[in-house]
T-cell receptor
Framework: AQTVTQSQPEMSVQEAETVTLSCTYDTSESDYYLFWYKQPPSRQMILVIRQEAYKQQNATENRFSVNFQKAAKSFSLKISDSQLGDAAMYFCAYRSAETSGSRLTFGEGTQLTVNP | EPEVTQTPSHQVTQMGQEVILRCVPISNHLYFYWYRQILGQKVEFLVSFYNNEISEKSEIFDDQFSVERPDGSNFTLKIRSTKLEDSAMYFC??????????????FGPGTRLTVT
């Protein structure tokens, strides 16, 4: 079974600074997807960014980028120019690409605080 | 932009009662999911549904739970006899399916279930 681990329960960053959230995972599969979801206080789950395991290039979405290290099974999220609205719980998630419609497996989450 | 909707936003019920949580997935999506999140914990997969049948379920999804797509738009989760430990946020999600692959799962805003 796949597992996802987020070792940082809490992180804080100054507004306009850069912060990196860590995630590691364990799998025996070669084809999979990795995601970062944001959960603000409203508890809505919002997709931030996606990475396909077969792609060597790291995904980027505006101020959000990932550092995907397949051999190390590491998938960190970098938030540049942090804004107050980035404050939320961030979940790393894994999904197999070997089965259609497979489940998401989430990490424990990292609570990000953005200080003005 | 299309979105997943869920009703009600908050449900309070007494232990032993039946509850039905409702979801309207994004209209052209073919995979549907239920997840739950106990307060302060990570998001856990319950069940996935495709082509009018369960495609995968977790060990949490026991005989007390059932899912149904009663018409072309709704997707429901029924808990037959609620227990205190069923208190959680329940998220519905849906994903597209094209050429053998399913894509990102888009989440609804959640239903907060409180069992007293």
């Amino acid at each position: 079974a796949q597992t996802v681990t987020q070792s940082q329960p809490e992180m804080s960053v100054q507004e306009a600074e850069t912060v990196t959230l860590s995630c590691t995972y364990d799998t025996s599969e070669s084809d999979y997807y990795l995601f970062w979801y944001k959960q603000p206080p409203s508890r809505q789950m919002i997709l931030v960014i996606r990475q396909e395991a077969y792609k060597q290039q790291n995904a980027t979405e505006n101020r959000f980028s990932v550092n995907f290290q397949k051999a190390a099974k590491s998938f960190s999220l970098k938030i540049s120019d942090s804004q107050l609205g980035d404050a939320a719980m961030y979940f790393c998630a894994y999904r197999s690409a070997e089965t259609s419609g497979s489940r998401l497996t989430f990490g424990e989450g990292t609570q990000l605080t953005v200080n003005p | 932009e299309p979105e997943v909707t869920q009703t009600p936003s908050h449900q309070v019920t007494q232990m032993g009662q039946e509850v039905i949580l409702r979801c309207v997935p994004i209209s052209n999506h073919l995979y549907f999911y239920w997840y739950r999140q106990i307060l302060g914990q990570k998001v856990e997969f319950l069940v996935s549904f495709y082509n009018n049948e369960i495609s995968e379920k977790s060990e949490i999804f026991d005989d007390q739970f059932s899912v149904e797509r009663p018409d072309g738009s709704n997707f429901t989760l029924k808990i037959r006899s609620t227990k205190l430990e069923d208190s959680a946020m329940y998220f519905c999600a849906s994903s597209d399916y094209h050429r053998g692959y399913s894509y990102e799962q888009y989440f609804g805003p959640g239903t907060r279930l409180t069992v007293t």
